[in-house]
Nanobody, 134 residues
């Protein structure tokens, strides 16, 4: 059974750090573009970061708002995706989701899309809350 399960969220003060994990079962993350999305209150779901398949270009995407602060990584042995979040800001508060692209060998950026499009990601975790507050 294909499943994604996020962990590592919680409450952190501005300037603090959190590390999100996404454990995959039923498939190998190495062969699919894997992305982190987030959705804040009253906002649309947005792509935060993505790492492309090792069978594709292996590209990496970061939203402009998180560049230099967030780092995406992947452990192929344990089929786990990570998102290291440093220098957190109140505007980073959201529910964070990990997701797997629907296509084997996929890249983060394809065609005319400037960022990973959510509708091409077939498998989603349940989401985990990140709160940034004093």
């Amino acid at each position: 059974q294909v499943q994604l399960m996020e962990s590592g969220g919680g409450l952190v003060q501005p300037g603090g750090s959190l590390r999100l994990s996404c454990e995959a079962s039923g498939f190998t993350v190495e062969y699919y573009a894997m992305a982190w999305f987030r959705q804040g209150p009253g906002k649309e779901r947005e792509a935060v970061s993505c790492i492309g398949s090792s069978e594709g270009d292996g590209d990496i995407f970061y939203a402009d708002s998180v560049k230099g602060r967030f780092t995406i990584s992947r452990d192929d042995d344990t089929s786990t995706l990570y998102l290291q979040m440093d220098s957190l800001k109140p505007e980073d508060a959201a529910v964070y989701y990990c997701a797997a692209h629907e296509q084997w060998g996929s890249n983060c950026i394809e065609g005319h899309h400037p960022s990973p499009p959510p509708d091409l990601y077939r498998q989603w975790g349940r989401g985990i809350q990140v709160t940034v507050a004093s």
